[in-house]
């Protein structure tokens, strides 16, 4: 059995590795003064959240009501650390493929009944009946089976190990939900969290109020919690600034300036989101390692940064795992704009005379368009003509995303190694176009079966230098996220995910 | 009664308009690519989830079949479920409507008299520095769009000198004074999209209508001014009157930029929402209801030109 001291000695590595991301909080303050009770809170989201059943919730409003209303059994902070919420323990065997997690007692749903490991088996079971159809059946790690030991004691079975299960249990997919109101979850919801649904009108609010019953005592702090939708940018400033909300979820770069006023705080973040150059490997010219590696010293990745982001970006190094993650680790040789290299790579590949692509992107996420149109400047003077195209998010996902050999995309990013990795560059993963490199393979397999933290990041080392020399995408930079509060609000944690968590959050004086 | 008859026709012509949106509606969310599914799920979906999840919302079945059953569900009254909002439709679409009506309703009341005045008094005082203040006020107006004076209201009287909110959405909480200051920018922004054409429109109608012998009469038998103004007016406002019938439709589908930018959760919001996530039976729904509405306009201006002209008989 692997003890719950080494769990948690495994859990300690990963947080001093972590600890070096800077992350800035919000409530920096919470620990010199005591909370205050009470206060309505009101953030400000450009879009409305269409469901609140955590199962099928894919958006950054959805995941804050469901956060709200519900508990995980486990809470990934901001640093990527595993905290125990409706779980008070957990162990796994020494092959890693059976977890026990033990449950809280004396838990209550919003509607009076008590917690039980019942709830935490239907919880999973529906997400992972393929008939429900819900995105998260393959998101919530390799469960095979979960079965109730007792009342409070849940088992895992798991199809292969999984080291990473525990951060799993803690995405915004498996909130724990009631078994007995299977049929209430989308329209009178129930949870355990520390708020109650009081009103849902999407388009307009979504409004929550203080559960008395919550079982961590005292929190949560306000007495109501309120989601508004404007979708208008200046609407939203002006309302920040004003007073009559008290935060707002995303801050584009060219309003920042507008917030730089006293009485409100600007938050930004290192986030694991990036912005690839996606080309299918098994089509030509992509399918020559040279004309990949061209490609990527095309990048003027500082000028990128500038141009698209402000500033408000990392350099990447065409492959997933952000420099904040406990897991990366350098690549060599650096990708530095360079014609002259890129140049003799396209000769070497038979595209001396130049190169003719397409590269399809859309005008409705952030710094995509812009990206691609840099690029297509960048790349010119190697001769590489690129035509750019330009379509609806809807459009992209329905017939660009993975149907086109070059393509930029958007990806917000995971919380777990294994989800950085595995999904986008595995042969036959979820995100993964047509790559496939056997020596990835067994690097990710191993790595994500590994419980060792020091032998983990090792075989992780190996496969994102794999990835950056041979891998199918360029990945200039990582995005920063940043939101705005009032400055008398504290307690809550801005988080690389983009995950609000009410639980702490306060108002100052 | 014959006027009756001509209303029940025009209603029953509706009703014919209101079945071809229905289906030119439905035909045309048919081609856009992409379904409810692939929005729900996003880019991180399998197949086997799109699959599941298509066959649970009865996406799989052949598109006449689903339109069969909406269409005879709309006419017993069960107007569907919304897709996304995993609710029945007819309570969002209704409520959304009431909102809208309660926003362009203002901005009729307030921009129609306002523009009626303004037309007139441009007319009486003709090729004068009133006249001229009035068109080129009113041309500004015209020239920005809704999307421009809505965002430059809210820097300025919102950010700049926090006089007025910058959100109208609509809270339960608040006080009724509150609430009324919240319609301020939204029902300003429209005023200024609708004045242009209705002023112009009177102010043209009303110096032909001087011209006309018939005023020339009335001031020649000696009719007090004012009285010779209502007189020439009554006959320069049937053009004015389209203009509004026009206008009602405009507000009730094209409100939806004065809507998004105010966070105002009317008929337009739902439009856009439904149609970004094709969510069909709300799209078609909501694009039923502002046809209905506008066909309606429409019939309501006739029924105000034969008052105003008892020429006209139908």
Do not use: C
Request: net charge positive; charged share 20%.
């Amino acid at each position: 059995m692997l003890s719950r001291r080494r769990l948690l000695q495994y859990g300690a590595a990963t947080a001093a590795a972590a600890a070096l991301q800077p992350v800035t909080l919000a409530g920096s303050g919470a620990a010199s003064a005591a909370p205050k009770r009470g206060g309505t809170l009101k953030i400000a989201w450009a879009s409305s959240p269409l469901s609140i059943d955590p199962a099928y919730a894919v958006s950054g409003d959805e995941y804050m009501i469901t956060a709200a209303i519900y508990d995980n059994l486990t809470r990934v902070d901001e640093k990527f650390v595993v905290h125990p919420q409706l779980a008070s323990g957990w162990s796994s065997n020494a092959h890693g493929d059976v977890w026990t997690f033990n449950l809280r007692r004396g838990v209550k749903f919003h509607h009076g009944r008590e917690l039980n490991a019942r709830d935490v088996v239907f919880t999973f079971e529906r997400i992972l009946d393929p008939k429900n159809g819900s995105p998260a059946r393959t998101s919530v790690g390799p469960i095979d089976k979960i079965e109730a030991a007792d009342d409070y004691t849940v088992r895992f079975r798991l199809s292969i190990p999984y080291a990473d299960l525990p951060i799993s249990l803690g995405t915004t997919y498996a909130r724990i939900l009631p078994a007995d109101r299977a049929a209430l979850i989308k329209t009178a919801p129930s949870g355990t969290g520390p708020f109650r649904l009081a009103e849902f009108r999407p388009g307009a609010y979504t409004r929550m109020v203080r559960f008395q019953n919550y079982w961590d005592p005292g929190r949560p702090y306000l007495d109501e919690l309120w989601e508004v939708n404007m979708p208008a940018m200046a609407a939203q400033v002006a309302a920040l600034t004003g007073g009559s909300v008290h935060a707002m979820f995303e801050v584009p770069a060219s309003y920042m300036p507008a917030l730089q006023t006293p009485g409100v705080s600007v938050v930004s973040v290192k986030s694991p989101g990036f912005q690839p150059l996606t080309m299918n490997n098994a089509e030509k010219p992509f399918n020559d390692v040279r004309v990949r590696q061209a490609l990527k010293y095309l990048v003027d990745r500082d000028a990128l940064i500038k141009a698209v982001w402000q500033g408000h970006a990392s350099t990447g190094e065409d492959h997933s795992v952000p420099s904040f993650s406990p897991y990366y680790a350098a690549t060599t040789p650096t990708h530095t704009y360079d014609v002259a290299k890129a140049k003799s790579l396209l000769a070497e590949a038979g595209y001396g005379s130049g190169l003719n692509i397409e590269l399809w992107t859309s005008n409705e996420r952030v710094g995509l368009q812009e990206l691609a149109v840099a690029y297509q400047q960048m790349a010119a003077p190697a001769g590489v003509k690129i035509d750019v195209k330009n379509v609806p998010w809807s459009v992209h996902v329905a017939t660009v995303y993975k149907k086109k050999p070059f393509y930029a995309n958007n990806w917000f990013g995971r919380a777990s190694i294994d989800e950085t990795l595995y999904p986008y560059f595995r042969t036959g993963g979820g995100f993964n176009d047509a790559y496939s490199n056997k020596d990835v393979d067994t690097l990710l397999d191993t790595g994500r079966a590994t419980t060792d933290f020091k032998k983990r990041k090792e075989f992780y080392a190996r496969a994102e230098q794999v990835i950056h020399v041979d891998g199918p995408w360029v990945v200039p930079y990582f995005t920063m996220y940043t939101a705005a509060m009032r400055s008398n609000v504290k307690g809550v944690a801005v988080h690389p995910l983009r995950w609000w968590d009410f639980r702490e959050a306060y108002f100052e004086g | 009664m014959r006027s009756l008859g001509f209303i029940a026709r025009r209603l029953g012509a509706l009703a014919v308009v209101l079945a071809v949106v229905s289906v030119l509606v439905f035909a045309v969310v048919q081609l856009l690519p992409g379904d409810v599914a692939t929005e729900i799920l996003g880019t991180s979906a399998t197949p086997e989830d799109l699959a599941a999840l298509r066959l649970k919302l009865g996406l799989t079945r052949p598109a006449p079949v689903r339109y069969a059953e909406w269409i005879g569900g709309v006419v017993r009254g069960d107007w569907g479920q919304s897709l996304l909002y995993q609710m029945p439709v007819r309570p969002l679409v209704l409520e959304g409507l009431g909102r809208s009506a309660v926003l362009a309703g203002l901005a009729l009341l307030i921009a129609v008299p306002l523009s009626i005045g303004l037309g007139v008094v441009a007319a009486l005082r003709r090729d004068r520095p009133l006249d001229h203040a009035i068109s080129t006020l009113t041309l500004i107006a015209l020239s920005l769009p809704e999307f421009v004076w809505g965002t430059l209201l809210i820097l300025l009287l919102a950010y700049r000198f926090r006089i007025f909110p910058p959100s109208s959405m609509v809270d339960p909480q608040a006080s009724l004074a509150s609430q009324a200051a919240r319609f301020v920018l939204p029902v300003l922004t429209l005023i200024l999209a609708l004045l242009a054409q209705m002023t112009r429109m009177t102010r043209a109608s009303m110096i032909d209508a001087i011209r006309q012998p018939f005023t020339e009469a009335a001031r020649l038998r000696g009719l007090r001014p004012r009285r010779v103004v209502a007189h020439a007016l009554r006959n320069a406002l049937l053009p004015t009157v389209g203009i509004v019938a026009l206008n009602v439709g405009f507000l009730l589908g094209g409100i939806v930029i004065v809507e998004t930018i105010f966070s105002y959760p009317g008929l337009g919001r739902l439009l856009v929402d439904s149609v970004n996530h094709r969510d069909v039976p709300m799209l078609q729904m909501a694009t039923l209801v502002v046809a209905s509405a506008y066909g309606l306009a429409n019939l309501g201006a006739d029924i105000v030109y034969a008052y105003l002209d008892p020429r006209i008989r139908y």
